[in-house]
Structures are given as structure tokens and as C-alpha cells.
């Protein structure tokens, strides 16, 4: 995810990458947590095809609805100073579609503390100047 939205979002900052998936990771909690909608993402396998990284009328409906939902989300939670997420449609489609049934606001794991966790340490290192080859490319 963090790839992906680094590359194709114009946010050059990995710690503000960062934060802006901590905004759909906020979303998907509270879609859980107040609509009671569990998981908050939850799409067939035809519709994670075009949501991957694809721009199609069911990504603008599905980044629209999450902009939405952000906007209804911060002002009750008031988390964020700023008022909307910075992804473009296609990037916000693309990262709820990779949040595909994950359980979001599970009490037994720390699902968005986990998710930020390897985005800053990725970033960390990025903003240290250290690149590493993903390990899915070095097995082969």
C-alpha cells in the first residue's frame, strides 16, 4: 500500500503518505465502530479488480463514499485538522481494496497500530536514504 500510494499520489513526504492512510485506516474504525458494519471493507472479487489501482466509475463511487465517511468521521471524532483526504480516487480505491476484509477496530489486535508501524518504519528509512529490494523480488 504504502508503495503504491507514495508513487502514485503527488504527497512526496512518506510521513504525510503515512497520515493520509491513517485517515482511510480512521474511516474503516469508524464505519465498524458506529455503523456496525464489521469488516468496513468489504467488496466481491470482481470489485477489488477494478479497485486495484484502476480509475472506473466504482472507484469514484467507492473514494467518494470514504471521503464522505471522512468528513462525517472527523467531525464527530475531530482527529484531524484537516478537513479531506489528499489521495485521488484512484489511491484511495486501491488501499480499501488491499483493506479488504481486514477486521479494523478488532479489541484483540492493533490493526491500525500494526498498519502504521511498517508504514513509518518504511518511511524511516526512506528518509534516511536507505532503499531495500522487497523480499517477494529477492526469492526469486
Not at 77 to 83: H, L, P, T
Not at 97 to 113: A, E, H
Not at 122 to 135: L, P, Y
Request: glycine share 8%; proline share 2%.
Amino acid at each position: 500500500m504504502f508503495d503504491f500510494a507514495y508513487s502514485n499520489s503527488d504527497i512526496r513526504i512518506p510521513a504525510k503518505t503515512c497520515k493520509e492512510v491513517g485517515k482511510i485506516l480512521h474511516v474503516g474504525m469508524y464505519i465498524e465502530e458506529t455503523v456496525g458494519k464489521i469488516p468496513s471493507f468489504s467488496f466481491t472479487d470482481s470489485e477489488i479488480k477494478d479497485l486495484n489501482g484502476n480509475l472506473n466509475k466504482f472507484t469514484k463511487e467507492t473514494a467518494s463514499a470514504i471521503k464522505k465517511q471522512f468528513k462525517e468521521m472527523n467531525n464527530n471524532w475531530n482527529i484531524y485538522d484537516d478537513k479531506t483526504i489528499r489521495f485521488d480516487d484512484k489511491c484511495i480505491g486501491y488501499i480499501v481494496g488491499k483493506l479488504n476484509g481486514l477486521y479494523i477496530s478488532d479489541p484483540d489486535r492493533d490493526v491500525f497500530g500494526d498498519t502504521l508501524e511498517i508504514f513509518r518504519s518504511k518511511w524511516a528509512k526512506q528518509e534516511g536514504g536507505q532503499f531495500f529490494t522487497d523480499q517477494k523480488v529477492t526469492s526469486l
